[in-house]
């Protein structure tokens, strides 16, 4: 299973900027897809998470500013982010929990960063 993320990119604070995210390869079922961030010198975090039937969950800094959404069908996710904040800026990393094939177990799968810079 291999992600590929794109979107990224600069800014203005208030702003808007949409990633997207596409699973290909050997697929056979998806549960979790979702957004992580990583600024410089911190940590990994949780941004957005969305299940196979459609519940939300995320991270309180960006409630009400930022909405997931995913196409089962195409098995895409993406992430509209509105009003945005110098403290957004970081790579943006997919994750998607997968399976290949039937009997294989689920695992994590990461899509390379994107960069989102937010400023004035």
């Known amino acids: 299973v291999q992600l590929q993320a794109s979107g990224g990119g600069s800014v203005q604070p208030g702003g808007s900027l949409r990633l997207s995210c596409a699973a290909s390869?050997?697929?056979?079922?998806?549960?979790?897809m979702g957004w992580y961030r990583q600024a410089p010198g911190k940590q990994r975090e949780m941004v957005a998470i969305?299940?196979?039937?459609?519940?939300?969950n995320y991270a309180d800094s960006v409630k009400g500013r930022f909405t997931i959404s995913r196409d089962n069908a195409k098995n895409t996710v993406s992430l509209q982010m509105n009003s945005l904040k110098p403290e957004d800026t970081a790579a943006y990393y997919c994750?998607?929990?997968?399976?290949?094939?039937?009997?294989?177990?689920?695992?994590?799968?990461w899509g390379q960063g994107t960069q989102v810079t937010v400023s004035s």
């Open positions: 390869g050997y697929i056979f079922s998806i549960n979790d």
């Open positions: 994750k998607a929990v997968a399976k290949s094939t039937y009997y294989g177990s689920y695992n994590d799968y």
């Open positions: 969305i299940t196979r039937g459609g519940s939300t």
